[in-house]
């Protein structure tokens, strides 16, 4: 088995879902192509940089990025810092001749995603970008049900990211609320992957026409801020919150599918419903994040007494890497995610094929993405033509 | 079309719900092979009867159920009044050459059960027990299922009536509450439902061993009830509950398949989870009073990829009754059941053969029902053989 | 108590709703301050007509509806024909001045829409529309939790209506599948019941974009047809469906909060799938039509180990309309919601006043159901006051 | 922060989830009072060892268990080797001075588990018994809201474990099916957790009657084995299946509290449903294994109007264990039970306690497992203090 050399930008919230995965892959998954070593591990901050080393198990530390793309003993480099340094980061790397695994949103703008793309081309390396919920079993069940033909043509796609964590006026002006860092709110967050949802299980997009809000115009600085909840103060100074709470879209699908699309963090009670339902002339299947482990699967030809949506747990051996993990029954979460992702970056790099998704689903994801941020601005549907 | 002239003793709860089964049943099934003319509904008080009469749209009323009886313009008693009523009428309205339609349990104890009985056999009339659940589409289905095999063997028949209406301490003792009355506390009220619905599922009773709790042994005396619903004083003089508010029981079957049963009054959150699994050698099925409409269903013959249970949505044309109703997916309700039941009595008489469920059945539960207490009582395994 | 003499144009599924309605209103709500009175059915077939006439219960039968709205033993004159008929009968009965229910959508366009509403108002006469999911106990409890400001501010208004009943390509061709009877397909017939809930939930729409499609353009002409279920042949002449198959919209209510909306009979596995999700600044609620019982409801004040979506099976006596019919957790099915409907009716007959809904409500729901259109066509944002 | 170093016995099914913990827990809890050294893993077979050895991670592999014991660079011994083997491993490490962490059931007999729990009494070691699902975080939510009072008296406990993993009547026949091996079946396997869950949630037992069956009596010989999954041949030879396929049973709790409990392996269409259900005076709460994030949660003080059980998805920073995972909404899976249970392990050694659950539980839930099967042996109430 070969090995491929990790060095790793950013060590926050997918620093460590990612380090979980490098260290999960060579025992759950011992036939792995390639087996990943943690080389180093980059952070700004020293501090927090060493005590994410030790915690996560990374060999060595560097405070910049440009030295760790430099050392001659990486092979791959793991971006998962804020997305405004995604662009840099990505093509000086690929200049240096290292394997690319990028975190979602590829960039801030198409533009800078196509950057990416070109380089990480030019360079003739291997890239991957961040999509981990492609990877949930039961994800990968749909998946092979449309590529079956089970569901036959497919009509509709519908998909919703609902979350609540900035539900409270109070809650600080972290930098997911910033578009000079975020390049937008829930829609490149949240929006983003159900654009890569759709676009792994129904088809391109050709047009779109969206709407956004920002419902809390001011929120206080932030003091501090870990993963996705921070902390703040009702007295501290107020900043203006620059990207969209919430955005929805509907689109037609290059198939004739039709689509709709709903990102909120503003959605009490849910902490993270990341769903999505399609129907087909054949049957139906619904996906729900928070209970990943389901798949809710409807067939027309079933006999006409016991026709109904099936809860499959898609835990048996017969679904997509369990054998891997524990008897049929017993579950897994959403880290186990990132394992099978860092399974099919490792196989691909063995093997010398590009990983899916790479940078060119990341561009294409960026492009609806910039469509629909155009159409909310303009007011008007948008093709995907008008952004190729 | 015949007609059966109906007389009905009690105006209550199940007063209204059979006199709603009697006015539905010529519009949702007008070819029913008889249909039933509200004649005279009888009660003890005058002017609750005449309130009840009206409103319920009764011809007339009677005051006296021996008058009742004595009318020759009656072909059917139906006797919903409270069960400790229940065997004396029944008994003379037999002798007096009337069908009989009797709610459930058919008496205080099994030898009035079989008196009953033998009282309808020797008169020659047409015998109906009112266990209204069976009459469910869901519950239909899951029959089918059973009885075309595509279950399998049998091996497990696990059944929960749970309720929550006197868990508050100061809910008055109502007639449900003492023995003398009601017979038995909620093994006779709701777990009688789940007895008859595991022997028209699963078959015969082989021996029972129970137990039992009366959590609240005093309660304040009641001033008014309704329904299942009371009105009472904290303050008021207490007396005995002379019932259980629990009874919990464990089967085998004739058929070898095992059984375990609960009834209890004190499951917080249910107002009436009157619940089964059962489990074959080919599949399972879950039902869900709460949910009436829907039968959850597996089978183990599905692809590998996609089994799970489904949940049928028994509203289809391809289900019991419900072509008579409105389109898929239009659900109906609780009292539906007692309409499928009218329809079972007015086509049995018409028929001239015995409607089922009828008092052979009724006897039957009356067996587990006593064999359960006996079983409580003595603390020990008790057959079914011991009672026949 | 004073009756109300009515007379009802339509005895389809519909005709047969409203039949039960009128018959289960003196029953379970004895207290209506109107009782109907069920004079005559009106239809063009004679045997459809007499059919009818026995099973539902109606005094007599007309075949021209001119006649009957002519008759003077005639308050209120019911219209449930199809949707093309709608505003000749609506607008010579209120000149008769007879009293007006009819069935939703008022009629094919907004112009016609508001010449009934003008009629009727001219002729001072009640008018109801009859959108019934409104009447759900649990639909209900949403609009109180709304008035009463536990949701807080609303964010986000989503709404589904999915069925699968033409999913087959070979379905015939009815009436509901042609513009020039029906008006319009999945829109009209579904959406229309989703817009009249977000107003009724949410309020005023100010602006929409839509899309829309039909799936299946051509089909088998029919033979034969009853309630949503019709018989035809794969080789029968094929004809052109002139409405769509599915329509989405988003809109931006005029107090700021954001709505998505599909209408589809192109969903396999759904048959009546209505469901609404409302989400506050301090909770949110979820409906589902197929478990009508039911509301689930979110707090954003729950103690924080113990927040999640209540399952509220919405029948205590503290939910709207159910202590008129069965005790705690004895579910109610569609039917029930007429009842409630008729029951607002009556009483708005008896206490002179307006009902609610009325054709007003008609006018406004068609409104946005044309701007929708517009802008499906247009394919560009329309503002509700271009069409006021 | 102190080490314990750990030599493992076993390397199967637990063998894999004792190892992951081992290895998850310094990165996810980086403040545990102790953390674990992986020194050796022990088998008799030495092909699976080695594989198993470098996959998992360990230091060294030892084929003798007596020479792991006697290794002075040994803190902990950790067996989850087949059950007929836990008691003389446990003793003799007990006897070397080493920490015990066994895998439940403790000892094939309630006698050898005493002799095991006085052995490391007598030893002065900590010791530990594997009931996982206690630390689920919705379970411990359970814990939480009955230690606070929040749920009142508890009145009902019942619990199913439902798998379905021999239905097939060709399923062969390994060692979990074999007395001698495993002790019991479904009882021992399935029925200890249950039993362990109602010790931690409700109390102790007073009596218990059991029932039980073996559905299908003979089964192939197996040919190879893998966790929970075994390769057989429908023409081997066959052997006798000496276990129970399902055993039932009711009790009586010290508290008064009633309980019924079903592990079964004949549960079509459940692959590992370990589910419970607590009624209290003042709510109750619902947990399912197969959707283990979820707790569902019903209290009676809610507002009359929005009673209902709520879904908790027990993944918030208020929930035990969650904020060293994931943010809120994303979910954990079967393994992360392990790394809580291993995280109390190195806490109660680091801090000079004994772990909770311990040696003690074992013995309690041995008791239990006892009294029901002399219960069915006898056909009796066997009260707990027979056995004590």
Chains 1, 2, 3, 4 share one sequence.
């Not at 890239?127 to 990877?135: K, L, P």
């Amino acid at each position: 088995m070969s090995k491929v050399r990790v060095g790793m930008v950013g060590y926050k919230f997918m620093g460590k879902a990612h380090s979980n995965a490098y260290r999960a892959l060579p025992m759950f998954f011992p036939n792995a192509a390639a087996k990943p070593e943690m080389k180093a591990i980059c952070g700004r901050n020293p501090e927090g940089l060493e005590q994410a080393r030790a915690q996560f198990g990374w060999e060595s530390g560097e405070t910049d990025w440009r030295k760790l793309i430099a050392r001659d003993d990486i092979d791959l480099i793991d971006i998962n810092a804020p997305s405004d340094a995604h662009k840099e980061i990505a093509i000086e790397a690929a200049k240096a001749g290292k394997h690319l695994f990028c975190e979602k949103p590829l960039a801030l703008t198409l533009e800078d995603s196509k950057a990416m793309l070109d380089a990480a081309e030019a360079a003739g390396v291997k890239h991957m970008v961040g999509f981990n919920y492609r990877f949930a079993p039961a994800v990968q069940l749909a998946k092979k049900l449309i590529d079956e033909g089970r569901l036959g043509e497919i009509y509709h796609f519908r998909a919703v990211f609902l979350q609540d964590w900035i539900l409270d006026p109070d809650f600080p002006l972290v930098w997911r609320l910033q578009k000079e860092i975020a390049g937008s709110g829930s829609h490149g967050d949240l929006g983003a992957h159900l654009i890569d949802m759709a676009r792994f299980l129904v088809g391109e997009f050709k047009e779109v026409v969206g709407m956004g809000e920002t419902f809390i115009k001011e929120r206080p600085l932030p003091t501090s801020m870990t993963g996705l909840s921070a902390k703040g103060s009702k007295d501290a100074p107020r900043g203006e919150v620059t990207v969209d709470d919430a955005t929805l879209f509907m689109t037609r699908f290059e198939n004739g599918a039709l689509g709709s699309f709903e990102a909120t963090r503003f959605a009490a009670g849910h902490r993270c419903t990341n769903s999505f339902e399609i129907n087909g002339s054949k049957g139906s299947v619904i996906f729900d994040f928070e209970r990943m482990n389901e798949l809710q699967v409807y067939f027309t030809d079933d006999a006409e007494d016991v026709q109904g949506f099936r809860r499959v747990l898609a835990t048996d051996a017969a679904h997509a890497y369990m054998d891997a993990w524990w008897p049929a029954g017993h579950t897994i979460g959403y880290e186990h995610t990132f394992t099978h992702e860092v399974l099919e970056l490792m196989n691909a790099i063995a093997e010398d094929r590009q990983p899916v998704p790479n940078f060119h689903d990341g561009v294409k994801c960026q492009e609806v993405l910039e469509a629909v941020e155009r159409s909310v601005q303009e007011r008007r549907w948008v093709a995907l033509q008008e952004l190729q």
